[in-house]
């Protein structure tokens, strides 16, 4: 039996009629009984169409860093709609948001909205190559910078095994209908391996337009960089005239408000960000240094978007960065978060079972398998069986994460404590239940 009760079920047969596969990303689809539809969010909760209440730690797959329906943010979006929404000019509304957002990202001086993650690093590459003159990428195994064709290379859906040998990785296309001579403009390597990647560098580094890095692997696992890691990319790119590039469509405005840059101290010379930005409004920011923004300044290179910067995403953002400026929200987050992945490694252990609790607490996982896992190859140890198993159960239960580990659990502001005991508590009986099931 699926996860769809009967209303439910109905509005899947519904939105099959009309929606591929009855979604508008593939993302969204698990199986033509267990794909949910959503009546509505309310804090930390999403509720089914059959008025089934779960505890949500998708949360969009992110972006919810206030809580489902903020207010605050849903008004300033109902005014801004109703001021008219786009125009062929820059509007008040969006200076005001860039200027929150340059208030947090204490490294930039300069940026430009788009409305998708996908569109942010798009054009975060073509500036960078178009800057420097070189067309070569980087970029690491398992890691998902958007559906562009330049960047769905050895992405968190590639299988393990097919990455070729570890010292000479090979770009892996994540899907069919990308032309095969893209693959000659990427080079992967994998996190947390700086050997490697300075051997890279060192036969390529003189062709290499732009590292692009998630300083956490928000789509695999959550692993986070060694000590000194991200600091030592820094050096790599001055070494080799490369631009470091965060993509921070996960991380920013959820792991700090001032995003990798706060927590690591390291300044990329081009940052994405997207989804916490504006809590579930299509908003996203391409930022720079003066510096480097010079490269679209002078004209060449081209960047623009119809609906970029427009009313509802940039009142979605002011209002969501404001809050988030307060402080309050991520401690709320941090707090939460700490008490989850404190507990559920507790019921790991305390259940004999091997594995870990991985990530940050605005964003973390649960690797099932033995030894230390810090990057994407080391999933293949990972018990996807379990670990699926497990998180049904849970969803039946009403706490929602994603059944696949490589997508992180993430928490919102509205999370309550109660939602984390009973989490803990459904997480529990449902382990116990999986490991018997085995
Ligand atoms: C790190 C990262 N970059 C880029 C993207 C693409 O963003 P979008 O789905 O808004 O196009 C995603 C989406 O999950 C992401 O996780």
Known sequence: MGLQGERTAKWYRRASEVLVNGVSSQFRYWSDDDTLVIDHGEGG????????????????????????????????????????????????REVEAAEKVMEALAWADVMRFTNTGTEATMHALRLARGLTGRD????????????????????????????????QPK?????????????????????????????????????????MVEPMMGNAFGFMPDEGYIEALRSLCDRHGALLVFDEVKTGFRMAVGGA???????????????????????????????????WRSGGIAQAGTYSGN????????????????????????????????????????????GEVTGHPSMFSIFLGEGEAREFRDTARHDAKLYEDLCMRMIRRGVMPCPD???????????????????????????????EAR
Not at 179 to 201: K, S, T
Not at 282 to 292: D, F, H, L, N, S
Not at 314 to 342: D, F, I, N, S
Not at 413 to 422: L, N, P, Q, Y
């Open 261 to 295: 840059y706060e927590v690591f101290g390291v300044a990329p010379d081009i940052g994405t960000y997207a989804k916490a930005i504006a809590n579930g409004f299509p908003a996203a920011a391409i930022a720079t240094r003066g510096q480097v923004a010079g490269g």
């Open 136 to 167: 070569l990428v980087v970029k690491f195994e398992g890691a998902y910078h958007g559906v562009h064709d330049y960047v769905m290379f050895s992405t968190a859906s590639a299988p393990p095994g097919e990455l070729g040998p570890r010292d």
């Open 171 to 211: 770009p892996v296309l994540s899907s069919k209908g990308i032309p095969a001579a893209i693959q000659d403009y990427i080079r992967v390597v994998p996190f947390n391996d700086l050997p490697l990647l300075e051997a890279l560098l060192d036969s390529e580094g003189e062709r290499v337009a732009a590292l």
């Open 45 to 92: 909760h999403v509720v089914d169409m059959d008025g089934n209440r779960y505890i949500d730690y998708q949360l969009g797959f992110g972006p919810i860093i206030l809580g489902h329906g903020d207010e605050t943010v849903a008004s300033a979006v109902a005014e801004a709609a109703a001021a008219g929404t786009t125009f062929a000019m820059t509007q008040r």
């Open 405 to 435: 580990a490589l997508e992180p659990w993430f928490v919102c502001a509205a999370h309550t404590d109660e939602d984390v005991a009973k989490t803990l508590e459904v997480f529990e009986k449902s382990l116990g239940e999986a490991l």
């Open 311 to 354: 009313g509802v995403g940039v009142a979605a953002a002011k209002a969501t960065v404001e809050r988030l400026l307060t402080g309050e929200p991520l401690a709320r987050v941090e707090k939460v978060g700490k008490a989850l992945m404190e507990g559920l490694g507790r019921i790991l252990a305390d259940h004999g079972v091997e």
